[in-house]
């Protein structure tokens, strides 16, 4: 039997104190991934007050079963590697608050930041590390079936579909593992591509192409989802002749990547077409004194040392920010 | 072979340390046990061994079955939490809480053992409000990450409110239950059989559909 712990969770929080709303931060850093925590670590080491508002700690870190790319780790559990980050920037006096999310942001020679509970914060730098969440499909059934047969989350989800008929959207690397667990289990699994190839890893194509209780649809997508109270049907398109087709389906499993938390700052900063906000290479956003790191930002890659990398960057510019201003 | 290797029994020592009352599990098992219950037998044991402040009662669902009735226990494996006085806090779980429930497993105890972080009052209002029984049903799966948030949301609700019992179900040890309540996403909380809610919610969305019962 395997055990998930986050040890960090139970860590008396000393030295998190309440953020403050009659408190001018020096720094204000939204989100608490690996890019708003390294964010942290240099920012309260350069002495700097600052502020850490955040959804959850750990961000997509804490979804990831096993990461093997994050230097000094051969293998770790993403929950591990959570706690570890949270103990380091632990050791300092931080204005800490997570389960709560930044509803609005205006810049200013002060920038104001309102959380969803209606307080307001000030900071004279701000830093965007607010990652990216799962994406919807956004067709008609989807939003009413959600957790009635729509699902979102593969390892959370799959074993309520043994013996059941499965659609995957996406064919990247969290489709084709998605439809490798439930190819393991399910009757069948139709896997849904919108574009000509699939995109994952070879070692996934692989693996998948090994059941052969799978099709994959390339230059497909799905329409609409149907059913009553409880997914039934998808209907299914082909992209080249426009073909609409309805396959019966016990579940539709949502892999198709990942959406940036943005939209708090829409209208303040400049953005790309996918709403990622556009940096320079020093973490810069168009608008003096906010910066922006890791999954967030147009910077090419999603990775945890990468998204740690940046953070580091955007501390760092932040702070000679705050030092050319005296 | 012991469940805890000797990291997580590092681990689990140091956060279970961190207990302010004494906390007293009685677990439910049945005579021929099944591989879960063996297991959740184990998990018990084990951990009741990790701290002072820990004690454990391990029952039977068909011979001791007042017991099962005055707890509310009608399937087995299951873990009932009382506080240091005994009383009942209101918290069960349903299978073992192995995976990522270990989390909300450890809340629990911190939080019956009286370490827990206060609510803000106008939670708490609501909360006291409640004057009807309520009985809530978490269903989850060990491999869910968003899981044990809306367990922990469920039991605090219970810890702080008697009219309230909150149990995590193991999805996979209970199929006919799932089946019934058909879950098929988790977490799913079941509210009083009648009203449910799907994901991981905060405690007033839970609040909201209590007060509509
Ligand atoms: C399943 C999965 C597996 C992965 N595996 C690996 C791997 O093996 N190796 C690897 O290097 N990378 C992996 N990645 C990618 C990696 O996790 C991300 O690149 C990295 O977490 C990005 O860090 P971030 O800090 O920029 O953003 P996130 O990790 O997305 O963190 C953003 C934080 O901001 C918070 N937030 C969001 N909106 C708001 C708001 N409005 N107000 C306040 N806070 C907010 C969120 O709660 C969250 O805490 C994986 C990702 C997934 C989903």
């Not at chain 1, 591509?193 to 699939?198: E, F, I, S, T, Y």
Request: charged fraction near 20%.
């Amino acid at each position: 039997m395997e055990f998930n712990l986050s040890a960090g969770l139970f860590v008396a929080e000393q030295n998190f104190l309440p953020v403050e709303s009659q408190t001018l931060y020096d720094v204000l850093i939204i989100g608490g991934g690996p890019a708003g925590m390294t964010a942290a670590v240099y920012t309260l080491r350069k002495g700097l007050s600052t502020a850490l508002v955040t959804g959850n700690v750990g961000g997509q870190m804490t979804e990831t079963a096993g990461i093997e790319n994050y230097l000094g780790y051969r293998y770790i559990n993403g929950n591990e590697l959570v706690d570890k980050f949270r103990e380091q920037v632990m050791q300092f006096g931080i204005a800490f608050e997570s389960s709560q999310k930044v509803q609005r942001l205006e810049p200013g020679p002060v920038h104001q930041v309102t959380l969803e509970d209606g307080r307001v914060l000030r900071a004279k730098t701000v830093i965007i590390a607010s990652g990216k969440q799962s994406k919807r499909l956004n067709i008609p059934g989807e939003k009413e079936l959600a957790g009635h047969g729509v699902a979102y989350c593969a390892i959370c989800d799959a074993p309520f579909y043994a013996d059941k008929t499965v659609i995957v959207v996406g064919g990247g690397n969290s489709g084709l593992g998605a439809a490798i667990d439930l190819a393991k289990i399910a009757t069948h699994v139709t896997l849904v591509q919108r574009r000509d190839r699939l995109t994952g890893d070879q070692i996934l194509i692989d693996k998948l192409a090994a059941y052969d209780n799978v099709r994959i649809l390339l230059e497909h997508e799905p329409r609409e989802i149907r059913g009553d109270g409880h997914v039934e049907r998808v209907l299914i398109a082909d992209k080249k002749t426009g073909e609409e087709q309805e396959l019966p389906a016990d579940g539709i499993f949502v892999e198709v990547g990942l959406l940036p938390n943005s939209q708090f700052a829409r209208g303040v900063v400049e953005m790309n077409e996918y709403n990622e906000i556009w940096v320079d290479c020093f973490c810069r956003t168009r608008v003096p004194g906010i910066f922006a790191a890791g999954d967030v930002t147009t910077v090419p890659y999603k990775q945890i040392i990468i998204a740690c990398g940046e953070g580091a960057k955007a501390a760092l510019t932040a702070a000679d920010y705050i030092q050319n201003q005296k | 072979m012991p469940l805890f290797d000797e990291k997580i029994t590092k681990q689990l020592k140091e956060i279970l340390s961190q207990m302010q009352k004494d906390v007293k599990l009685v677990f439910f098992t049945q005579e021929i046990e099944c591989q879960t219950c063996r297991d959740a037998h184990q998990f018990t044991n084990e951990l009741a061994g990790l701290s002072d402040k820990l004690s454990l009662e391990t029952l039977n669902l068909v011979i001791d079955k007042d017991q099962a009735a005055k707890y509310a226990v009608d399937k087995v494996p299951a873990i009932v939490v009382l506080k240091d006085d005994g009383t009942d806090s209101g918290i069960r779980f349903f299978g073992i809480p192995g995976g990522y429930e270990i989390n909300s497993f450890l809340s629990a105890l911190l939080a019956v053992s009286g370490r827990v972080e206060p609510l803000p009052p106008a939670v708490q209002a609501r909360i006291s409000k409640i004057d009807k029984p309520v009985h809530i049903q978490v269903f989850v799966t060990p491999t869910c990450p968003y899981c044990p948030g809306a367990v922990v949301t469920a039991h605090r609700l219970a810890l702080e409110n008697s009219h309230v019992r909150a149990d995590m179900v193991e999805s996979n040890s209970f199929v006919p239950l799932s089946i019934k309540y058909q879950v098929s996403g988790v977490p799913k909380t079941v509210i009083n059989e009648t009203n449910d809610l799907v994901g991981a919610q905060p405690i007033t969305a839970l609040l909201d559909e209590i007060e509509k019962l």
